[in-house]
Structures are given as structure tokens and as C-alpha cells.
């Protein structure tokens, strides 16, 4: 099966840090574009980051340049999202998504990323709170 497993969401204070992991089970990770989007309550789906299918371009949402990380481990299958100094505005469930069919491509301005018909994790929920 075609699959992706999320982990690493939590409640964390203003300024800390998390580690989003996801691991790709039934495709590889390598030689696709791979992306992670985050949904608050009340809002729509927010593109967050993308790495491309060569590794060679990062993408960034500007509300999290200079922040977020974005990274894969080809070896392990395996995509990740650093997030450091969290904002309470970084609240929301985050989910991880693999252009497994080749159908989208990693934008620099991500709010142009759609892998609506790729993979996607499952969703894991990050809180930032005082």
C-alpha cells in the first residue's frame, strides 16, 4: 500500500521547538517532491513547506522562513519539518504529503503547492501555547 505515517506533534510554550517526522511506506521518498501543509480551526489548508523530487530546492512559506526546516532522509524514507521559536500562530493539525504520482511540482511562493491527489499523513495536531 501507498502509505504515510506522521509523528512528533505536541503542546509546546512560545519560542520552543518540535520535529515532525513521516515515514513513506509502499513508494520512495527520493525522487519526488514531498511538502508538509498545516489547517487551524475556522481556516483553510495553508501550504507550509516543500523540498523537491532532486533535493536540490527548499521552499518556505514566509510566515516561517528563517524558522522551519524542511529535510529527507533517503536512507530511512523518511521526511521531516523542524520547526524552531514556535508563534501561538503556528498552532494547527500538520500534515505531511508526497507527490507520489508526479502530478504537482515544489513552488519557491508555496502558496502555489497543490498535492491534492498525492499521499498524505494522517495529520498530527501542534499546539504553542503559554
Known amino acids: 500500500q501507498v502509505q504515510l505515517v506522521e509523528s512528533g506533534g505536541g503542546l509546546v510554550q512560545p519560542g520552543e521547538s518540535l520535529r515532525l517526522s513521516c515515514t513513506a511506506s509502499?513508494?520512495?521518498?527520493?525522487?519526488?517532491?514531498v511538502g508538509w501543509f498545516r489547517q487551524a480551526p475556522g481556516k483553510e489548508r495553508e501550504a507550509v513547506s516543500c523540498?523537491?523530487?532532486?533535493?536540490?530546492?527548499?521552499n518556505y512559506a514566509e510566515s516561517v522562513k528563517g524558522r522551519f526546516t524542511i529535510s529527507r532522509d533517503s536512507a530511512k524514507n523518511t521526511m521531516y519539518l523542524q520547526m524552531n521559536s514556535l508563534k501561538p500562530e503556528d498552532s494547527a493539525v500538520y500534515y505531511c504529503?508526497?507527490?507520489?504520482?508526479?502530478?504537482?511540482?515544489?513552488?519557491?511562493?508555496?502558496?502555489?503547492?497543490?498535492?491534492?491527489?498525492?499521499?498524505w499523513g494522517h495529520g498530527t495536531q501542534v499546539t504553542v501555547a503559554s
Open positions: 504529503a508526497a507527490d507520489y504520482l508526479k502530478l504537482y511540482h515544489c513552488p519557491y511562493n508555496v502558496q502555489n503547492m497543490r498535492f491534492d491527489l498525492g499521499s
Open positions: 509502499g513508494f520512495s521518498l527520493n525522487s519526488i517532491h
Open positions: 523540498i523537491d523530487s532532486s533535493g536540490s530546492a527548499t
